[in-house]
């Protein structure tokens, strides 16, 4: 797949035709909307993107759809935007109880698996356990050997019972409810409940390929950093550029004009 700088002239172009058609404007949350640290309890939405992110929610419909757990991510989004859906997409209004309840029993049984023989282990190796109550996440930015570390944990994640569905992130490796649809299945329910037809979304890892990987729906992808099996078809260097790109499509909306119209126009004068 050729893939474009989602603010290059191709990239540009896709974002104008955005704005006269009903999207759904879908972001992740960690690494896309607010930089990566390894402080997660710290993470925040910068003032000025907070901002944007508002303008933007005036004129279109859009949601936030993080791994992070709804109590966590609600209070960092300050109602920046309507629709907020945790826990890569267990957590929102069209999951029904039940499947609610499932996911719970499920992460019950894997902490007591991974705390119990296999605890010592996981500390010894640097991984932190995130029980997200719905769904778990285990992180390893500490360790010396990152690649080993997240091979044995893969295996060890596989051989739970029930099994989980794993899906991979920034040195962390997420376990699922298997009959879970993640992030794919929860932007595009949501983007058809609202009665919308398209969808565009940027996220930065694996669970934001699965939304990518979408059959249909979705009409733009972006990916944060240019990676070479990304489904997305367009992506920005890092996660800085966001900011960009919302404050492009507030402003096409609007139709006020773009900072290269502005100098294009200049330049003509000059030489009127």
Known sequence: MIRHHALSPEGRRKLRSLVTQPI??????????????????????????????????????????????????????????????????????????????????????????????????????????????????????????????????????????????????????NALPAAHGGKGAAAFTLMRRLGLTGLFYIGDDGADEEVFALPRGVIMGIRVGHVAESQAEFYVDHQGEVEDVIRFLVHRMDRTPEAADIEQSKRAQQTG
């Open 24 to 173: 759904l404007y879908g972001f992740d949350f960690d690494g896309t909307l607010a930089a990566l640290s390894p402080d997660r309890g710290g993470v925040r939405l910068s003032h000025s993107v907070h901002e944007w992110l508002t303008e933007l929610r005036k004129r279109a419909p859009c949601a936030v759809i993080s791994g992070r757990s709804l109590s966590d991510l609600s209070p960092r989004i300050n109602g920046a935007v309507r629709h907020v859906v945790g826990n890569h997409g267990l957590e929102s209004p069209l999951t029904t109880p039940a499947d609610l309840r499932l996911a719970e029993d499920a992460c019950v049984a894997w902490k007591r698996a991974l705390t119990g023989d296999a605890g010592p282990a996981l500390a010894h190796h640097g991984v932190e356990l995130e029980d997200k109550r719905y769904t778990l996440t285990l992180h390893y930015r500490g360790a010396t050997k990152p690649t080993e570390v997240r091979l044995a944990l893969t295996v060890l994640l596989n051989s739970l019972t029930p099994r989980p569905r794993l899906t991979f992130g920034h040195a962390c490796v």
